[in-house]
């Protein structure tokens, strides 16, 4: 049996640049791996194909989940015959949340899988593969800070970001990734005309102070305002919802005061995290 990890993503700024004919849409985004990892395990089974069970969450187990769609990307990239799998996902992270959960249930899987054909693919090699399967799979296998632009699978790494106490809580709602594009395509946003990436190098509030989202700017749930107001009650540098939402996080430089809003959320919300900026991508464990 083979154990491996991937790390959640925020993205510390998000912006829609552009989209493609064949519709998908452009981006330009610094990002960030947390501490917040998904966990899987793999091993032989007897008969052939892949059985997948998830534990934690409430997802489909089956040929359309990114754990199973990556295995399957591994096997036909690299040429291997298929073999019996049984994987077993481990969720942290909650749906339709944008952390990348799923994205990194797929990361770990790709490492596993390479670890386990002795099949020696490089970061960037696994990267490729992931792109087949998701945009952020290609971050959630490198960690770390990075400049995500085309359709997020371009990473270019950044100098990491310094470190602090990120709080993260998920309202009742969900976003569908779709829809939000959709109202980022109705909407006339302008450019922000500032680069997240020239700030990554500074201290914690210039980081806090200069965080963006075009996607906070058109979606619009209550709980994901109701949030923010507690995060800021609290004392937060900087709050804002993470890729398409609906989840939001809150930058602390004081482990106290991001505890003491950690606690708060926990009154009201179930799916509340305290965790840390993560260097390093998927590994196995």
């Not at 917040?36 to 052939?48: A, F, G, M, V, Y």
């Not at 770990?108 to 002795?118: I, K, T």
């Not at 930058?251 to 708060?264: I, P, S, V, W």
């Amino acid at each position: 049996m083979i154990r491996a990890s991937a790390p959640a993503k925020i993205n510390l700024s998000l912006e829609v640049v552009g989209r493609r004919e064949d519709g998908y849409h452009l981006i330009h985004s610094v990002m960030q791996a947390i501490s917040i990892r998904e966990t899987i395990e793999i091993s032989k089974r007897s008969q052939p194909g892949i059985c997948l069970t998830v534990i934690g969450a409430d997802v489909r187990a089956d040929q359309n989940n990114t754990a199973y769609r990556a295995a399957s990307a591994f096997f036909e990239k690299t040429g291997l015959g298929e073999i019996g799998l049984d994987i077993k996902l481990i969720k942290q992270v909650p749906v339709g949340a944008g952390l990348g959960g799923g994205s990194a249930d797929a990361a770990a899987v790709l490492v596993a899988l390479n670890e386990r054909a002795n099949t020696g693919l490089s970061v960037e090699e696994l990267c490729e593969i992931g792109a087949l399967v998701g945009a952020d799979v290609p971050f959630c296998i490198m960690g770390g800070t990075a400049l995500a632009t085309g359709t997020g699978t371009t990473l270019h790494r950044l100098s990491p970001m310094p470190d602090c106490f990120i709080v993260i809580a998920k309202p009742v709602q969900s976003v569908s990734t779709a829809e939000a594009y959709r109202l980022i395509d109705d909407a006339e946003i302008l450019p922000r005309g500032f680069l997240m990436e020239d700030v990554i190098k500074s201290d914690i509030k210039t980081i806090a102070g200069s965080l963006s989202n075009d996607f906070d700017s058109v979606i619009k749930l209550s709980g994901v305002e109701d949030i923010k107001r507690i995060m800021r009650l609290c004392c937060a540098l900087g709050c804002q919802m993470t890729g398409s939402g609906s989840a939001v996080y809150a930058l602390f430089d004081k482990k106290d005061a991001a505890t003491r809003c950690y606690n708060e959320l926990l009154k009201h919300y179930r799916n509340v995290f305290l965790c840390k900026p993560d260097m390093e991508g998927a590994r196995t464990e």
